[in-house]
């Protein structure tokens, strides 16, 4: 693709370091540089990838039309969707509902926590979409110029907004009990886990629009000529990366993709065989949880510089400072592992949440299990493989970094499925997500369609999601009795 430098004004949507502009005339000297942003939904996917590989059949295209009737556009998060309908399809209804129809909350108080939510991780992407949706209610507009200029009531969020976006662990029943007990600006019940499926739907959505490397639309503002973490924008869709000295040493360019994909398939037969002659005890299971935690550690930390944010979503963020803090961290003794049989998403999250937000529960139940299951038994170029496992090692490997452990569940699989660069880029995508690359995306799975490699972004999307709303329910929980 041939850029032509002079064109690059300050008019664009993107802004040019001096060293991308460096780069740019490098480039017309016949020098090899990093390929530019895209001009389509994604700067990782090429766009005519995208258009190939969504289906072209009568219900997806009904599915478009409908969102398109809807908002009036069919963005490039729903593009990149797009590629999987059937989840897609999923996304859409519970989006829809928690935004648009009969709930606790007003519309535009909504729309304001979903911005509130997408800024604690710079997503520009997510604030836009959502300043626009604001301006077309109409109301409360000085609200946009930042939270001292919204209701109390509505700033004391701004706690759980950050605790959910970074440490959702942290979150207690006194956090609830400060909310629903502040006099005039308390928060009823209902209402609370309303916000709190807004925030924890936002933060896992910035997951998503970073790790699939979404463009912003051609008719964003301002808040899309940004410099992220001091390295220019164009860093998320290029060579750039902060985290290249892990990504080479885990992903040398000898290594032969094609038996990449050849040892994982061997392994997924060899682990499937092992659980059929032996299961694990549950004290070694146990023992491996608390490995694969403290592993997690080791993937990726120390590496990034200090967050900046702009001033353009800084005025939705309230202690910037705050961000991920590894649960397991060195030197720690008993840690406070949250246990799935003592407080689950089947057996305890989605009655409590369906019983204060009638029906966002089923949606919700629906969502999770429409990306969990998932599959077209296929894997790259294999044809009939079943994909159960790497699915559950990708969903209980973000629970496990958020603290949460399954009993029936062998941590052992994890190591032994998910190679290094892929949990680097797990953790950066569900943990800080702003600092995502392409370089990290191309890194892992390398023979593996970009549509796979979506569908990953999905399970973590809805990973984190779930984790978020297992803490938050769990202290809301306990606060009711």
């Given at each position: 693709m041939n850029v032509n430098p002079d064109s690059l004004s300050s008019n664009n949507s993107y802004l040019i370091c001096n060293n991308c502009q460096k780069v740019l005339r490098k480039k017309e000297k016949g020098m090899r540089v990093p390929r530019p942003l895209t001009s389509g939904p994604s700067a990782f996917i090429p766009e005519n990838e995208i258009l190939e590989a969504t289906p072209a059949d009568t219900h997806t295209n009904l599915l478009l039309v409908e969102e398109y009737s809807t908002s009036g556009r069919i963005d490039h998060l729903t593009q990149l969707m797009g590629l999987h309908p059937q989840y897609l399809e999923s996304f859409l209804r519970s989006q829809f509902y928690m935004l648009r129809m009969d709930g606790p909350l007003p519309l535009h108080y909504r729309h304001y926590i979903a911005i509130m939510a997408a800024a604690r991780h710079q997503c520009s992407f997510l604030v836009n979409m959502h300043v626009q949706e604001f301006y077309q209610i109409g109301v409360c507009l000085e609200w946009l110029k930042g939270l001292e200029y919204i209701p109390q009531r509505l700033r004391n969020l701004n706690e759980i907004n950050k605790i959910l976006a970074h440490r959702p662990w942290l979150i207690t029943k006194e956090h609830i009990q400060k909310l629903v007990k502040t006099?005039?600006?308390?928060?009823?019940?209902?209402?609370?886990?309303?916000?709190?499926?807004?925030?924890?739907?936002?933060?896992?959505?910035?997951?998503?629009?970073?790790?699939?490397?979404?463009?912003?639309?051609?008719?964003?503002?301002?808040?899309?000529?940004?410099?992220?973490?001091?390295?220019?924008?164009?860093?998320?869709?290029?060579?750039?990366?902060?985290?290249?000295?892990?990504?080479?040493?885990?992903?040398?360019?000898?290594?032969?993709?094609?038996?990449?994909?050849?040892?994982?398939?061997?392994?997924?037969?060899?682990?499937?065989?092992?659980?059929?002659?032996?299961?694990?005890?549950?004290?070694?299971?146990?023992?491996?949880f608390e490995k694969e935690k403290k592993e997690s550690l080791l993937v990726g930390s120390g590496v990034f510089e200090e967050v900046v944010l702009t001033s353009r979503v800084s005025r939705f963020v309230e202690d910037p400072t705050f961000g991920y803090q590894d649960f397991a961290r060195h030197?720690?003794?008993?840690?406070?592992?949250?246990?799935?049989?003592?407080?689950?998403?089947?057996?305890?999250?989605?009655?409590?949440?369906?019983?204060?937000?009638?029906?966002?529960?089923?949606?919700?139940?629906?969502?999770?299990?429409?990306?969990?299951n998932l599959t077209y038994y296929n894997m790259a170029s294999h044809e009939d493989v079943d994909t159960t496992m790497l699915r559950r090692a990708l969903f209980n490997y973000v629970h496990c970094m958020f603290g949460i452990r399954y009993d029936d569940y062998d941590y052992g699989e994890v190591n032994q499925l998910l190679e290094r660069t892929l949990k680097v880029y797990i953790k950066t995508v569900t943990c800080y997500?702003?600092?995502?690359?392409?370089?990290?995306?191309?890194?892992?799975?390398?023979?593996?369609?970009?549509?796979?490699?979506?569908?990953?972004?999905?399970?973590?999307?809805?990973?984190?999601?779930?984790?978020?709303?297992?803490?938050?329910?769990?202290?809301?929980?306990?606060?009711?009795?």
């Open positions: 006099g005039e600006n308390s928060w009823s019940l209902a209402e609370l886990v309303h916000a709190v499926v807004l925030l924890a739907h936002f933060h896992a959505l910035a997951s998503f629009v970073f790790g699939s490397g979404i463009n912003p639309e051609v008719d964003s503002d301002n808040f899309q000529r940004t410099t992220v973490n001091n390295f220019c924008i164009c860093d998320l869709a290029n060579d750039n990366s902060l985290e290249d000295s892990i990504l080479d040493c885990a992903n040398p360019e000898t290594k032969d993709s094609v038996s990449e994909l050849e040892a994982l398939m061997e392994r997924m037969k060899r682990l499937q065989e092992e659980r059929e002659e032996e299961e694990a005890s549950q004290e070694e299971m146990a023992t491996r030197g720690e003794d008993n840690l406070p592992t949250f246990r799935a049989q003592d407080y689950s998403w089947e057996d305890h999250g989605f009655s409590l949440i369906n019983r204060l937000y009638s029906d966002i529960g089923h949606l919700l139940d629906d969502k999770f299990r429409t990306v969990y997500p702003e600092r995502t690359t392409r370089r990290m995306y191309d890194s892992y799975w390398r023979q593996f369609r970009h549509s796979e490699k979506v569908h990953v972004n999905l399970l973590l999307m809805e990973a984190r999601m779930q984790a978020e709303l297992l803490y938050a329910l769990r202290a809301i929980t306990r606060y009711m009795t």
